[in-house]
């Protein structure tokens, strides 16, 4: 069964350094998100990407955060100046198409410790 | 502005026994979707069940299905035959408008099950 790949799956950076995590979303998917999750919070929306634009955001997805498709199969969410509150999983996701009906396949998550 | 709420911080069932997990939901929408999330100790978020807010009929899958009350704004989960793979963190989702992945979780229900 096709799915969602993230890497890296644990990434430990100080803080104020710049983050890249990456998401190879399923080939025929037209539709991508980044989620995010606390430990022992909720899972939380952070944007949604469609024909390389972004469609919604969040209102945590504030000028520090910045999503790309840079080669047509990998989409990236590049969180600037790393914060310690950006310690989280964060779960990239992808849905073939538009409409809430559809199914939503989940990346395993990257786990980003800022220290 | 959409909310979902799980009352429910932790349960445990038997193995083979029934269990229910609560959620209630608010939201302005008429066309909305429903969704269960699975997420094991892995972390991997995986999708259980999904209701059409149109639809009354319940949706069902395998041991799991709903009870969703629409003018109570409410969408239980039923497992039957709990298996020791269910035991997991369950969240429940509310998507809006034409993107599932835009969806709002709950504070999500531990669920142990107990041989």
């Known amino acids: 069964e096709p799915e969602v790949t993230q890497t890296p799956s644990h990434q430990v950076t100080q803080m104020g350094q710049e983050v890249i995590l990456r998401c190879v979303p399923i080939?025929?998917?037209?539709?991508f998100y980044w989620y995010r999750q606390i430990l022992g919070q909720k899972v939380e929306f952070l944007v949604s990407?469609?024909?390389?634009?972004?469609?919604?955001k969040s209102e945590i997805f504030d000028d520090q955060f910045s999503v790309e498709r840079p080669d047509g199969s990998n989409f990236t969410l590049k969180i600037r100046s790393t914060k310690l509150e950006d310690s989280a999983m964060y779960f990239c996701?992808?849905?073939?198409?538009?409409?809430?009906?559809?199914?939503?396949?989940f990346g395993e998550g990257s786990w980003l410790t800022v220290v | 502005a959409q909310t979902v709420t799980q009352s429910q911080p932790e349960m445990s069932v038997q193995e083979a026994e029934t269990v229910t997990l609560s959620c209630t939901y608010d939201?302005?929408?008429?066309?909305?979707?429903l969704f269960w999330y699975k997420q094991p100790p892995s972390r991997q978020m995986i999708l259980v069940i999904r209701q059409e807010a149109y639809k009354q009929q319940n949706a069902t899958e395998n041991r799991f299905s709903v009870n969703f009350q629409k003018a109570a704004k409410s969408f239980s989960l039923k497992i039957s035959d709990s298996q020791l793979g269910d035991t997991a963190m369950y969240f429940c989702a509310l998507g809006e408008g034409t993107n599932a992945g835009k969806s709002t979780f709950g504070d999500g229900t531990t669920l142990t099950v107990k041989p």
């Open positions: 080939s025929n998917h037209l539709y």
């Open positions: 996701a992808s849905e073939r198409l538009g409409g809430a009906g559809n199914t939503i396949y």
């Open positions: 990407f469609y024909n390389n634009e972004i469609s919604e």
């Open positions: 939201t302005s929408e008429n066309n909305y979707y």
